[in-house]
C-alpha cells in the first residue's frame, strides 16, 4: 500500500478534533512575544520555550514529549484533519485501512472532550455487548478517559485477541453507569453490506457502503454481481446508502464513483501549488447499465463519501435521498517519516462536478427526509463547520455545464420530510424501522426502468 503519495479523505470519526484547544494559550504567549519577520527567529524562541521548561518544569519531562505535543500542537493548530502519528498511530491507521484488527468492533469518536460511541460493527464484541450509538465511554480498564486522545483511546481499546478490556459506559436515559467487559477478537471489516429486497418494481439491491477502505471498489462491484445473480439478473435498481460512513482513500472514492458513471467529471483537488493540482473523469462502464440509482445520506456521510454523492448526484446519475451530508472538503496527505511514524497534512481542496467545494456545505439531498422525527442525540447534527479550525467554503471555480436533473416521478412530491409521530424507534435488525430506507424504495418502485434485465460484468 503506498502513503507517501497516496491521498486520503478522513472524517471526523477518524481523525481527533479538539487537540487545537489546548495549544491556544501557548500560541497566544508566542504570538504577542516573538518577532514576524524571520522564521529563524521563531524557532529560536521554540528553543528558548523548550530549555526553561526542561530546566524549571516541576517535573523533567521527556524532551520527546515535549517536542510530540508540540508538533502536534502545530498541525492541529492548522486545522481539524492535520496532525503527526508516531509510529504505534501510524500503524493503526494502517489497520485501519487495511480492514482488519484485534479489538472490539467499535466505531468511536471525541466530541466536547467526551469519548462516545458511532456504532458497534455487526457481528464483533461490541454488538454482542449491547453496546449502543451514542453511548459514552467514560472508562477504559478502570482509568478515565477524560482527556484522552483519540488515537490513544483507540489504541487502548484495540489489542491480542483473546484479551479482555472493561469499559464502564455512561448511556442517555440511565442514571448509573454500565459495566461492560468484553473480550478482543479479530475484527475485520465488513465495508460492504448487502441485500435484495422485493419492492412492487420487481427486486432492488441494497448496498450498504461503511468506509473507503482500498477494497471499496472491489467489494461493490461483488456486491452488485452477486445481487444480479441472486435476481436472474432482474434488478430493478440500486440502493447506496452511504449514511454515517466517514471517508477513507480518496482513489477508492473515485473508484466508486466510476464503478456506477459512464462519463463525466468525478472530483477535482487543488492545492497551494497549481503544478499540483488534478482531474479525476468517469470511465464508460456503468456496472448497473443505468439501473436506477438512490444515494441515502445523512450528517456522518463524510468526505470521500460526499465525492461519490455529489459526483453521481451532479453527474446526474443518482437521486439522493436523506439529510445534508457532513461538509469535509479538504485532502489529506500521509507522508511517512522514516522510523518516526507520519505526518497527516491537508495538502489540498476538493471539488465536485459543479465546480463547487462542498468545504462546510455539505451535499444538500434531492429529498429531504429526516432520520426521526424527533431527534434525541444532538451529534447527529454536527458537522465540519463545528470543528476548531475548519476551512471557510473557497470561490467555486468554473466547470462545464452539468447534464438535466434526473425527472422525479409524481410520488416523490408525496413523499414527508420525517417519520409520522407513531413510527417505530429504529431497529438496525428491522429494515421496516429504517425511516428513509423505506422512502427510498417508494421511490425507486415508481422511477423507470432502464431496461428490462440488468446484468452486471
Not at 229 to 241: E, F, R, S, T
Not at 376 to 383: E, I
Amino acid at each position: 500500500m503506498r502513503f507517501r503519495n497516496g491521498l486520503m479523505l478522513t472524517g471526523i470519526f477518524i481523525a481527533g478534533v479538539t487537540l487545537g484547544a489546548v495549544v491556544q494559550p501557548l500560541d497566544t504567549a508566542i504570538g504577542k512575544a516573538a518577532p514576524a519577520d524571520s522564521t529563524y527567529q521563531q524557532l529560536s524562541l521554540f528553543g528558548d520555550v523548550l530549555s526553561e521548561i526542561k530546566q524549571n518544569y516541576v517535573v523533567d519531562p521527556p524532551t520527546k514529549k515535549l517536542i510530540y505535543n508540540a508538533i502536534n500542537g502545530m498541525l492541529a493548530g492548522l486545522d481539524p484533519h492535520s496532525g503527526y502519528m508516531n509510529a504505534q498511530q501510524y500503524a493503526n491507521m494502517q489497520v485501519q485501512t487495511s480492514g482488519q484488527f484485534g479489538g472490539l468492533g467499535l466505531e468511536v469518536t471525541e466530541t466536547n472532550g467526551l469519548l462516545k460511541v458511532i456504532t458497534p460493527i455487526d457481528g464483533t464484541p461490541g454488538q454482542r455487548a449491547g453496546i449502543k450509538p451514542g453511548d459514552i465511554i467514560v472508562e477504559i480498564d478502570g482509568h478515565s478517559t477524560d482527556g484522552l486522545t483519540l488515537d490513544n483511546a483507540v489504541t487502548k481499546m484495540r489489542g491480542a485477541p483473546g484479551t479482555k478490556v472493561h469499559l464502564t459506559i455512561k448511556r442517555n436515559g440511565i442514571n448509573t453507569p454500565v459495566q461492560v467487559t468484553l473480550t478482543r477478537e479479530i475484527i475485520k471489516l465488513q465495508d460492504v453490506k448487502d441485500r435484495l429486497i422485493a419492492t412492487p418494481a420487481g427486486p432492488v439491491g441494497y448496498i450498504r457502503l461503511s468506509s473507503f477502505d482500498e477494497n471499496a471498489s472491489d467489494h461493490i462491484r461483488k456486491a452488485i454481481k452477486e445481487l444480479s445473480a441472486k435476481a436472474h439478473g432482474h434488478v430493478h435498481g440500486y440502493i447506496l446508502d452511504l449514511r454515517d460512513n466517514p471517508g477513507g482513500l480518496l482513489d477508492q472514492a473515485v473508484a466508486v464513483s466510476d464503478d456506477f458513471l459512464n462519463a463525466g467529471e468525478i472530483v477535482a483537488t487543488h492545492g497551494r501549488h497549481s503544478e499540483d493540482d488534478q482531474v479525476w473523469y468517469a470511465q464508460s462502464g456503468d456496472i448497473t447499465h443505468g439501473a436506477p440509482l438512490i444515494v441515502l445520506t445523512n450528517a456522518g456521510t463524510a468526505s470521500a463519501a460526499e465525492i461519490v454523492t455529489a459526483a453521481l448526484q451532479q453527474n446526474r446519475r443518482a437521486v439522493v435521498l436523506g439529510t445534508r451530508t457532513f461538509g469535509k472538503g479538504s485532502v489529506q496527505t500521509i507522508m511517512p517519516i522514516d522510523n518516526e511514524g507520519a505526518l497527516r497534512l491537508t495538502t489540498a481542496l476538493y471539488f465536485t462536478p459543479s465546480g463547487k467545494s462542498i468545504q462546510g456545505f455539505g451535499v444538500t439531498p434531492d429529498i429531504k427526509v429526516a432520520e426521526t422525527a424527533t431527534p434525541q442525540d444532538m451529534f447527529a447534527q454536527l458537522r465540519e463547520n463545528d470543528l476548531l479550525h475548519s476551512f471557510t467554503n473557497p470561490t467555486g471555480l468554473t466547470s462545464p455545464s452539468l447534464p438535466p436533473p434526473i425527472p422525479l416521478p409524481a410520488i416523490a412530491k408525496t413523499i414527508p420530510d420525517k417519520p409520522p409521530a407513531k413510527w417505530p424507534a429504529f431497529d438496525a435488525s428491522k429494515p421496516a424501522t429504517d425511516f428513509q430506507l423505506q422512502m427510498a424504495l417508494k421511490l425507486i418502485a415508481a422511477m423507470p426502468a432502464n431496461g428490462a434485465t440488468i446484468a452486471a460484468k
